[in-house]
T-cell receptor, first 111, second 112 residues
Framework: LAKTTQPISMDSYEGQEVNITCSHNNIATNDYITWYQQFPSQGPRFIIQGYKTKVTNEVASLFIPADRKSSTLSLPRVSLSDTAVYYCLVGDKTGTYKYIFGTGTRLKVLA | EPEVTQTPSHQVTQMGQEVILRCVPISNHLYFYWYRQILGQKVEFLVSFYNNEISEKSEIFDDQFSVERPDGSNFTLKIRSTKLEDSAMYFC??????????FGSGTRLTVV
């Protein structure tokens, strides 16, 4: 299983763009990169998933370089409600795959 | 948007008692999971379930734990004899590959 490494915490101010980088040096060919968000006492919530290059949806962008050994979650113009823990997860898409959660990145958005 | 539903949201039980945590996965999903999160700690994998059988389980998922899909909609986690250290948030998740998981909002289990 690919091990991921993320910063433990980050602070940002409202309106700023936040980039959270995750390293996954031993990512396998079939692995996808998925980011989740978790608020206190709630289940993790899917944000975005990608395999390579760039993926964008209505809430975030995911940048994956050609070697796929890292990825960056970009949150444009964060607000106070984006304060949460963000998890980078790596795994294949066979369905029986289990995600292994790390400690994630605790993002605190300040007014 | 389809949701994974978990009941109850909070359960308090006495040590040694049996508890059943219930989950209704998204209807067309085929893969089901239970995770738990002890307060202040990371989310831990317990078990995955596919085609009416356990696909994989972690070391945490010992003989005190069992899962069942009693009908076409529910997916349950049973803890036979609860211990204080079983106190945690328990999350159910489901997916139909190749999408990411959808997690439920969790059941907070408090063992006293």
């Amino acid at each position: 299983l690919a091990k991921t490494t993320q910063p433990i915490s980050m602070d940002s101010y409202e309106g700023q763009e936040v980039n959270i980088t995750c390293s996954h040096n031993n990512i396998a060919t079939n692995d996808y990169i998925t980011w989740y968000q978790q608020f206190p006492s709630q289940g993790p919530r899917f944000i975005i998933q990608g395999y390579k290059t760039k993926v964008t949806n209505e809430v975030a962008s995911l940048f994956i370089p050609a070697d796929r050994k890292s990825s960056t979650l970009s949150l444009p113009r964060v607000s106070l409600s984006d304060t949460a823990v963000y998890y980078c997860l790596v795994g294949d898409k066979t369905g029986t795959y289990k995600y292994i959660f790390g400690t994630g990145t605790r993002l605190k958005v300040l007014a | 948007e389809p949701e994974v539903t978990q009941t109850p949201s909070h359960q308090v039980t006495q040590m040694g008692q049996e508890v059943i945590l219930r989950c209704v996965p998204i209807s067309n999903h085929l893969y089901f999971y239970w995770y738990r999160q002890i307060l202040g700690q990371k989310v831990e994998f317990l078990v995955s379930f596919y085609n009416n059988e356990i696909s994989e389980k972690s070391e945490i998922f010992d003989d005190q734990f069992s899962v069942e899909r009693p009908d076409g909609s529910n997916f349950t986690l049973k803890i036979r004899s609860t211990k204080l250290e079983d106190s945690a948030m328990y999350f159910c998740a489901s997916t139909t590959a190749p999408e990411g998981y959808t997690f439920g909002s969790g059941t907070r289990l408090t063992v006293v």
